[in-house]
């Protein structure tokens, strides 16, 4: 199993509401992402976890808040949006060390989660 | 972190070769590289990835100088399929790393 699932693929939200978006993968990978893509633009790294714990929050508004129940499922919770982060929201994972001993940056995605902030 | 630079956009035609370069001057000595397809409303797709001189698989090959400051993805006889958005990755960590992404490059493949 080579994939990683997303759901929702859509949401649409409101600016008061609180919703999260799910992210599962089954490759035993012990370093989980979340990206944010705006239309036309590259991904944007907002949070990086390692072994279930926070390694790198890339200065993400507290709007957003990550979670990492366990080693293979990654939730972010979304409360109090503004319509600017409406985006598509990408979920990675990769291996913490590849067979070169090292994490190469081979990162699989899942298919995203579409979030519209009215 | 090694910045990378890439053309924003190129044209081709189906059955021709595409030869897509990456600069990435400033980078590390253990860095790799990687690149990554992306269509419209879908995650990345990992297409290949290389240290040093030369790889191929199945759908591409990668083209690495000595000096390590520019690759080449090189995509043999295009369709239409394969138009989309490649992307250069270069960066190595220990566990889960800040892999950031270059702007990439749009190509475009015509009939």
């Known amino acids: 199993d080579t994939e990683v699932t997303q759901t929702p693929k859509h949401l649409v939200m409101g600016m008061t509401n609180k919703k999260s978006l799910k992210c599962e993968q089954h490759?035993?990978?012990?370093?989980m992402y979340w990206y944010k893509q705006k239309a036309k633009k590259p991904p944007e790294l907002m949070f990086v976890?390692?072994?279930?714990?926070?390694?790198i929050n890339e200065s993400v508004p507290s709007r957003f808040s990550p979670e990492c129940p366990n080693s293979s499922l990654l939730n972010l919770h979304l409360h109090a949006l503004q319509p600017e982060d409406s985006a598509l929201y990408l979920c990675?994972?990769?291996?913490?060390?590849?067979?070169?001993?090292?994490?190469?940056?081979?990162?699989?995605f899942g298919e995203g989660s579409r979030l519209t902030v009215l | 972190l090694a910045k990378t630079t890439q053309p924003i956009s190129m044209d081709s035609y189906e059955g021709q070769e595409v030869n897509i370069t990456c600069s990435h001057n400033?980078?590390?000595?253990?860095?790799?590289i990687t690149w990554y397809q992306q269509f419209p409303s879908q995650g990345p797709r990992f297409i290949i990835q290389?240290?040093?001189t030369k790889v191929t698989n199945e759908v591409a090959s990668l083209f690495i100088p000595a000096d390590r400051k520019s690759s080449t993805l090189s995509l043999p006889r295009v369709s239409l399929s394969d138009t989309a958005v490649y992307y250069c990755?270069?960066?190595?960590?220990?566990?889960?790393?800040?892999?950031?992404f270059g702007p990439g490059t749009r190509l475009s493949v015509l009939p």
């Open positions: 990675a994972s990769s291996q913490t060390r590849g067979t070169s001993g090292v994490n190469t940056g081979e990162l699989f």
């Open positions: 490759m035993g990978h012990r370093a």
């Open positions: 976890y390692s072994y279930e714990k926070l390694s």
């Open positions: 400033n980078i590390a000595t253990n860095d790799y």
């Open positions: 290389g240290y040093k």
């Open positions: 990755l270069v960066g190595v960590g220990n566990y889960g790393q800040n892999f950031v």
